[in-house]
């Protein structure tokens, strides 16, 4: 389903150098990556991740857990298996010519959101980081949206078996599925995807099969992003 290709499209890539604070000498200092060890990198991701969630709750909900999947699958459905490039790399927003194809012009309200989560996530940076990529951004935000919505599907299900009708939020929040993912794509610039790789809203499951085997994908394994 979407979800699984959703995670199926997570790759992982260097993390940005490490900002840290010297309480004694007052200053801060930039560490190479290369010399933080795996307790330090799962630190930063661990609190990188956090951070954008939080920023992504404000302006991402459930409602929005199929176009965030959708523009994770057009993102990533432009990947050539020949060259092995492409796939997720931010183009289908950051390109206006891949923006404005007919297949992508709906993502245009839901990319204003996101912009929105961005500027917050970019302006709480660490000194020596950069800000979060599109890229990763677009699939945190699938990830986010994808959990508010399994959410409220288990709040509504919890309100029909109550005598009341109302559900306990906080028990709905503990019991929803989360699934990891990874963080430090590069965004492509204003490179363009190629045309024509994405199948139509309402393709059937013969022309849906023959896209993501064109990607790499077989049944029951990850496809080629991950």
Do not use: M
Request: hydrophobic share 40%; with cysteine; aromatic share 6%.
């Amino acid at each position: 389903g979407l979800a699984s290709a959703a995670a199926a499209t997570l790759a992982a890539l260097p993390l940005p150098a490490f900002a840290a604070e010297s309480e004694s000498k007052k200053k801060t200092l930039t560490i190479p990556v290369a010399s933080l060890n795996t307790f330090q990198k799962g630190a930063i991701r661990k609190e990188f991740i956090q951070r954008c969630d939080k920023a992504l709750k404000e302006v991402v909900t459930g409602d929005d857990a199929r176009i965030a999947l959708r523009l994770v699958l057009h993102d990533a459905g432009t990947y050539d298996l020949a060259t092995k490039s492409g796939g997720i790399d931010g183009s289908v927003i950051l390109n206006k010519e891949e923006a404005n194809r007919p297949e992508n012009k709906e993502f245009a309200p839901y990319v204003e959101k996101l912009k929105k989560a961005k500027e917050v996530i970019d302006a709480q940076a660490r000194p020596g980081q950069s800000g979060v990529s599109w890229a990763d951004l677009e699939v945190l935000a699938a990830r986010c949206a994808l959990r508010a919505e399994f959410r409220d599907a288990k709040l509504r299900r919890a309100a029909s078996k109550s005598p009341d009708g109302v559900a306990n939020p906080s028990a709905a929040e503990a019991v929803t599925a989360d699934f990891p993912v990874n963080v430090g794509r590069v965004d492509s610039g204003d490179n363009a995807g190629p045309a024509g790789k994405i199948p139509s809203i309402d393709a059937d499951a013969v022309a849906v099969r023959e896209f993501f085997a064109g990607l790499g994908a077989k049944p029951g394994k990850d496809g080629p992003f991950g």
